[in-house]
C-alpha cells in the first residue's frame, strides 16, 4: 500500500466521520439542490486518486480530472455563498487551478514529485470539507460556527 | 413611446420601488417571457434555434476539407450550412436579448456560442494547432519525466507554474499533453466566458446587460489567450481574481480610499476658512460644500442596466463579517501567486487592473496591489540569472514595444485577414464608446480606467512583440461591458431587433476572419510532429536542427534540451524576423550553419515542411512557390543526407 492510498483511506474516514453520525437526520430530510452537489462532490474527490491511478484511463483520466478541476476550490470558497450556480463554478475552478499550480510548483520546486500523493492530499482534505458543508447546510444547528455557509 | 422615454419610465419605476428588494431580485429571476399568441412559450422557441443551429453545425463539420484551405483560413473551407448555424445563433440571441426574462435562454446561447466557435477545434484537427504549443508540451513531458526544473534552460523553466500543473495531470492520469492540447481551447473559452460574467455581475444587476457583455466579449475575442498555454490560464485567474474584487471587496458607503482622501481635505479646508473667516470665491465655496462628507457618502441605488457606483451591491448583497472579506482576499493572493509563477506579463495587466480597483473604491483591501507586485517581484528576482542573461526586461522604446510581431505585410488575402481583425476591434471601441455615452455616469469611471490602463504596458516591455495583443486581450473585457450599455431599453421591436441581429451577425464573420483567417500557417501537419520526434529520439546529442522559419512543432519531447544551438535556444532560422536569422534562402546560408557548428563538434539537421512553408508565403517572406521548389531540390544537393521523410516533410543531415 503506497502512501498515496494511506492518505486516501484517512480522505474516507474522515468523510465518515463526519457525515455518518448525522445519517439518522439527513435522512428524515429530502437531500437535494446545493447539498446534494457537494455531497457527490465530496464522494468524488476522495474517489479521484484511485480511480484515476487504478481504474482504465478512458474512464480515470476525465473523471479525475474534472474532479480535480473542481472539488478543491469548491472546499476552499467557504468564505462567502456566491449564490448563483455557475459564479459558484467558476470561482471553484479558478480556485482549483490555482491550488494546483502552486502545489505542483512546490513539488517540482522541492524536487519531490508525486502525482498521486498530491492527488490524494487533495481529494483527502476537499473530501470531508465538502461533506461538511453539505451536512452545515441540511442541518445548520449541527454545524460549527464560522464554517461558512 | 420612443425608446428614450421607455428608459425614462424604467428608471421611475426602478427608483419607486423598495430598494431592498429592486432592482436584484426583480432582475435575476430566470424566469421566461410570456407565451407568444399562438400558445408556444418564447423559451421553446430559442430552444429549437438552439437545436437546429447545433445540428447544422454537426451536419457542416465532416464537410471542412482542411487540405484545400486557402490564405483566408478555416473561413475559406467552412460551408454554408456552418455559417447558416451562426446567423441563426446570432439571431436567435439578439431577439432573446430584447425581451424581458429569457435569462437562462440567453445562457444557453452562450454556451452554445463557445460550443459553435471553440469546440470544432478538437474534431476537425487531428493534433493540436499552433506550432509553438509543441514546446510547451515539450516542458510539460520534460517535468513529467523528471520532476523538476533547470533554470538554466528556457524561460519556460523558469515561470513552471501551469506546465508543472499539466505535467501533473498527465502524470496521475497517464494522459499525455498531446492528447488533450486540442481541448484547451474549449475549456479556456468557455472559462474565459464564465469568468467575464463573474466579473460584468460586479458592475451591474442586470442579466441582459451581463449576457451582452459576455456576448460581445466571446466575438470580440479575435486574440488568442485560449490554447494550451500559461497566458490562458493567466487571463482566466486574473478575470476571477478581479471579479472577487469587484464583488466581494466593495469598500463600505464612505469608507472609498479615495473620497475618504478628498473628503478629509474638504473639511480641513472648510475648516480652516470658517474659523478664519475666510471669504472664498463662489466656484471654491461650491466645490468645498459639494465634497462634503455628505454627499461623499451617499448611497443610490441605480436602475437597471447602469453601472453601479463603488459602494453599491450589483449581484450581491454586502456582508461584512471578516472571513468574507479575508478570505475573498486570500484567494485573491492564492489566484496571484499562482499567475506570478506561470506567466510573465499577466501580473502586471492584474497589478495595473487593481490599483485601478483600489483607487477607485471598488476594493477596500488596498494592500493587494501591493502583495500581488511582491510576489511578481520576488519571482522575478529567483529569474534573474537566466533574465539578465536572455532578455531586456524593461525598453523604453515605446515604438518598438507597441509594433506587432506580425509583419504588415503578407499576402493579400492575409492582409484581408489582419484588416478584418482590426476592423472588430475598431467596431467594439465604437461600441463600446456609444455604450459609455447612453450609461454614462459615475459608475463607469472605472471601467474607463481599466480600459485605458493596460497600454501603460508598451511604456516598457514589448513581449516579444506580442504585448500589442496581449493589450487588447485585456481591454476586451471592460470595452464590452461598456458597449453592453447599449441593450438598456432594447424591446422586441423590429427597430431595435434588426440592428442588433446585424452588429452580432457583423461581429460573428469579423470573429471568425480574425480567429480563425491564419489558420494555413496555425494548422501543423502529424508528419511535421513526428519528424521533430524522430530527430529528438536519433540525433546524436547537442546536434542542432536548421528550419526554414520557427513555424515548425519543434521540439516536442522531454529530451529538447539536448539539442539547443549555441545561443542556448532551439535550432537556427533562416528566414524572419528572429535574432538567429540568415536571411536567404539558399543552400549555402545552410551550409555555412552546418560548417559553422561542425567547427563546434556539433552535427547539423534541417527540416521543411508544409506549416514552415506556409508561414513563409503568408507573411511574404520567400515568393510563392519557392519555398516547396527548394525544399524538393534539397534532397539532390551534395551534402544532403536525407534522414527521414513522410508525406510533405522532410530532415536532411547537413554534411560539412
Avoid at chain 2, 117 to 123: A, F, I, K, Q, S
Avoid at chain 2, 527 to 555: G, R
Wanted: contains cysteine; charged residues 15%.
Amino acid at each position: 500500500m503506497s502512501v498515496a492510498d494511506v492518505i486516501t483511506l484517512l480522505g474516507y474516514i474522515a468523510a465518515a466521520v463526519v457525515v455518518v453520525p448525522r445519517v439518522p437526520e439527513l435522512r428524515r430530510r429530502r437531500v437535494r439542490g446545493r447539498p446534494a452537489v457537494l455531497l457527490v462532490l465530496a464522494g468524488l474527490a476522495v474517489l479521484a486518486e484511485p480511480v484515476a491511478t487504478h481504474g482504465p484511463s478512458i474512464v480515470g483520466a476525465p473523471f479525475a480530472a474534472a474532479v480535480l478541476l473542481v472539488a478543491p476550490g469548491a472546499a476552499v470558497t467557504t468564505f462567502r455563498r456566491v449564490g448563483d450556480p455557475l459564479d459558484e463554478l467558476v470561482v471553484a475552478v479558478a480556485m482549483s487551478g490555482a491550488l494546483l499550480i502552486l502545489a505542483s510548483g512546490a513539488m517540482v520546486a522541492i524536487g519531490y514529485w508525486n502525482a498521486p500523493l498530491l492527488a490524494a492530499l487533495f481529494g483527502t482534505i476537499a473530501g470531508p470539507v465538502l461533506a461538511h458543508r453539505a451536512v452545515h447546510q441540511l442541518l445548520p444547528s449541527t454545524a460549527t460556527a464560522g464554517s461558512g455557509p | 413611446m420612443t425608446p428614450r422615454t421607455e428608459l425614462v419610465s424604467l428608471r421611475r419605476r426602478s427608483a419607486d420601488a423598495d430598494p431592498a428588494t429592486t432592482p436584484i431580485e426583480l432582475q435575476s429571476s430566470g424566469t421566461s417571457g410570456t407565451a407568444h399568441g399562438w400558445g408556444v412559450h418564447p423559451a421553446g422557441v430559442h430552444a429549437a434555434v438552439m437545436v437546429v443551429a447545433i445540428g447544422l453545425w454537426i451536419a457542416a463539420l465532416p464537410h471542412i476539407d482542411l487540405g484545400a484551405m486557402s490564405d483566408y483560413g478555416l473561413p475559406s473551407v467552412l460551408p454554408a450550412i456552418f455559417w447558416a448555424s451562426l446567423v441563426l445563433l446570432c439571431a436567435g440571441f439578439a431577439v432573446a436579448l430584447c425581451e424581458d426574462g429569457l435569462a437562462r435562454t440567453r445562457t444557453a446561447y452562450i454556451a452554445v456560442l463557445v460550443v459553435l466557435t471553440h469546440g470544432m477545434v478538437p474534431l476537425i484537427y487531428d493534433v493540436p494547432r499552433y506550432a509553438y504549443v509543441y514546446k510547451h508540451i515539450a516542458v510539460i513531458r520534460y517535468i513529467a519525466e523528471h520532476g523538476s526544473v533547470d533554470r538554466s534552460i528556457d524561460i519556460y523553466h523558469n515561470w513552471p507554474g501551469f506546465f508543472a500543473a499539466c505535467a501533473f495531470v498527465s502524470d496521475l492520469t497517464g494522459v499525455d499533453a498531446m492528447d488533450y492540447a486540442n481541448w484547451a481551447q474549449l475549456f479556456f473559452g468557455a472559462a474565459g466566458a464564465l469568468a467575464v460574467r463573474f466579473v460584468a455581475r460586479g458592475f451591474t444587476s442586470d442579466p441582459r446587460r451581463v449576457d451582452a457583455a459576455v456576448w460581445i466579449f466571446l466575438l470580440a475575442m479575435w486574440v488568442e489567450v485560449g490554447y494550451l498555454a500559461p497566458q490562458a490560464i493567466g487571463y482566466f485567474l486574473a478575470m476571477v481574481a478581479l471579479g472577487l474584487a469587484l464583488r466581494f471587496l466593495r469598500a463600505a458607503p464612505g469608507r472609498e480610499p479615495g473620497r475618504r482622501a478628498v473628503t478629509w481635505l474638504a473639511e480641513q479646508g472648510r475648516a480652516v476658512t470658517l474659523r478664519w473667516g475666510l471669504e472664498l470665491p463662489e466656484r471654491w465655496r461650491a466645490l468645498r460644500d459639494r465634497t462634503g462628507a455628505s454627499r461623499v457618502t451617499r448611497f443610490v441605488r441605480r436602475p437597471p442596466g447602469e453601472i453601479v457606483s463603488p459602494t453599491e451591491p450589483a449581484c450581491d448583497g454586502v456582508d461584512q463579517r471578516w472571513w468574507a472579506s479575508w478570505g475573498a482576499a486570500a484567494a485573491i493572493v492564492t489566484m496571484s501567486a499562482a499567475i506570478a509563477i506561470s506567466h510573465q506579463l499577466t501580473p502586471f495587466f492584474l497589478i495595473i487592473a487593481f490599483v485601478v480597483l483600489v483607487a477607485a473604491g471598488r476594493c477596500r483591501q488596498w494592500w493587494l496591489p501591493i502583495a500581488i507586485t511582491a510576489l511578481t517581484a520576488g519571482w522575478i528576482y529567483l529569474a534573474r540569472d537566466y533574465l539578465s542573461a536572455h532578455f531586456t526586461l524593461i525598453s523604453f522604446d515605446v515604438s518598438n514595444n507597441s509594433s506587432s510581431v506580425a509583419q504588415a505585410a503578407g499576402s493579400e488575402p492575409h492582409q484581408v485577414v489582419s484588416r478584418l481583425a482590426r476592423f472588430l476591434t475598431l467596431l467594439l471601441v465604437a461600441l463600446a464608446a456609444a455604450g459609455w455615452w447612453r450609461g454614462r455616469g459615475p459608475g463607469q469611471t472605472t471601467l474607463v480606467a481599466l480600459v485605458c490602463t493596460p497600454p501603460l504596458l508598451v511604456l516598457f516591455q514589448s513581449y516579444g512583440g506580442e504585448g500589442i495583443y496581449r493589450i487588447y486581450a485585456f481591454m476586451v473585457p471592460w470595452l464590452a461591458i461598456l458597449a453592453s450599455g447599449l441593450v438598456a431599453g432594447l424591446r422586441p421591436r423590429l427597430l431595435h431587433v434588426v440592428p442588433t441581429v446585424a452588429v452580432s451577425l457583423v461581429a460573428m464573420v469579423l470573429f471568425m476572419f480574425g480567429y480563425y483567417g491564419l489558420e494555413r500557417t496555425n494548422s501543423v501537419s502529424p508528419d511535421e510532429i513526428a519528424a521533430s520526434q524522430w530527430f529528438e529520439e536519433n540525433a546524436p546529442v547537442h546536434s542542432v536542427l536548421t528550419l526554414l522559419s520557427l513555424n515548425s512543432p519543434t521540439p516536442v519531447t522531454a529530451r529538447y534540451p539536448l539539442y539547443r544551438n549555441l545561443d542556448g535556444n532551439w535550432g537556427y532560422q533562416i528566414l524572419g524576423n528572429e535574432p538567429y536569422v540568415t536571411g536567404d534562402l539558399t543552400v549555402e546560408s545552410i551550409r555555412q550553419l552546418a560548417d559553422g557548428l561542425a567547427k563546434q563538434g556539433r552535427r547539423s539537421y534541417v527540416i521543411v515542411g508544409p506549416s514552415q512553408t506556409a508561414y513563409v508565403e503568408s507573411f511574404d517572406d520567400a515568393p510563392r512557390g519557392s519555398v516547396s521548389a527548394f525544399s524538393a531540390s534539397l534532397a539532390h544537393q551534395p551534402g544532403f543526407v536525407p534522414v527521414f521523410h513522410r508525406g510533405e516533410t522532410a530532415i536532411y543531415e547537413v554534411l560539412p
